[in-house]
C-alpha cells in the first residue's frame, strides 16, 4: 500500500530557508518526486529522488533516505513567489504515483 | 503544443447532467494519466493509458466514470450522471516514454467540475 505524510502548512519569511518534510510507506518503493503547485495552477515537477543523498538544483534542494522512509524539500533564499503547495509523491512497484496531500507553504515579508 | 492541453477549464453541470473532459496530451508522449483532485487535498490517480490501451482503471470511484483514448494522443474522461462529491479538479498528465511513473509527468491545467 501507500502512505505519504507530510505538514498541512507552513509559513516562513521572505529570504529564509525552509525545510517540508515528508515520510512515506510505500510497497515497492522506486522514487520520490515533488512537485510545486500554485494554487489554481497544475503541479509542475521540482525533483526526482531515487538514490540517498541530496540533490541539489538552485534554490531548492530534495533528501531521500529510503532506509527511514523519509524525504525533505529545502527552500533557500525565499520568495514571494514561492509560496505554493508543494506536493510530495511517491511510486511503487505499480509505477502509478501516490501523491501526499501537499503542503501549503506562505511566505510573507 | 508546448504542453498538456486540457477543455474545459471550468464546467458547471446540474446534478444528473453527463460531462465530457478532454485533454491534448504533449505530442508523442505515450503514457496518459487522469488525476482527481479535491480542494485541500493531493491528486488522486484515476486511469493510465499506453498508447490507447487503458492498462489500469483501478482509481475510478464508480461505473459512472468512463476514460478512452482511442488513437493514442487525445484522451476523454466521461462523467455520467454527476454528483456533488464528483465536485472536483480534473488533471491530465504525459509522459514521454512507456517506463512509467520513473519519467517527468507534466500536467494539464485541469478542469474544474463544479455539479450543482
Known amino acids: 500500500g501507500q502512505n505519504i505524510d507530510q505538514p498541512t502548512e507552513m509559513t516562513a519569511t521572505e529570504g529564509a530557508i525552509v525545510q517540508i518534510n515528508c515520510t512515506y510507506q510505500t510497497s515497492g518503493f522506486n522514487g520520490l518526486f515533488w512537485y510545486q503547485q500554485h494554487a489554481g495552477e497544475a503541479p509542475t515537477f521540482l525533483s526526482y529522488n531515487v538514490l540517498d543523498g541530496l540533490e541539489e538544483k538552485g534554490r531548492f534542494s530534495s533528501f531521500l533516505s529510503r532506509s527511514k522512509g523519509y524525504s525533505y524539500l529545502l527552500l533557500k533564499e525565499l520568495q514571494m513567489k514561492d509560496s505554493a503547495s508543494y506536493l510530495c509523491a511517491t511510486s511503487g512497484g505499480s509505477y502509478i504515483p501516490t501523491f501526499g496531500r501537499g503542503t501549503s507553504l506562505i511566505v510573507h515579508p | 503544443g508546448a504542453g498538456v492541453s486540457q477543455s474545459p477549464r471550468y464546467k458547471v453541470a446540474k446534478r444528473g447532467q453527463d460531462v465530457a473532459l478532454r485533454c491534448d496530451p504533449i505530442s508523442g508522449h505515450v503514457s496518459l494519466f487522469w488525476y482527481q483532485q479535491a480542494l485541500g487535498q493531493g491528486p488522486e490517480f484515476l486511469t493510465y493509458f499506453q498508447n490507447e490501451a487503458q492498462l489500469d482503471k483501478s482509481g475510478l470511484p464508480s461505473d459512472r466514470f468512463f476514460a478512452e483514448r482511442p488513437e493514442g494522443s487525445v484522451s476523454t474522461l466521461k462523467i455520467q450522471r454527476t454528483q456533488q462529491e464528483d465536485s472536483a479538479v480534473y488533471l491530465c498528465?504525459?509522459?514521454?516514454?512507456?517506463?512509467?511513473?520513473?519519467?517527468?509527468?507534466?500536467f494539464g491545467p485541469g478542469t474544474r467540475l463544479t455539479v450543482l
Open positions: 498528465a504525459s509522459i514521454l516514454s512507456t517506463r512509467g511513473m520513473t519519467d517527468t509527468q507534466y
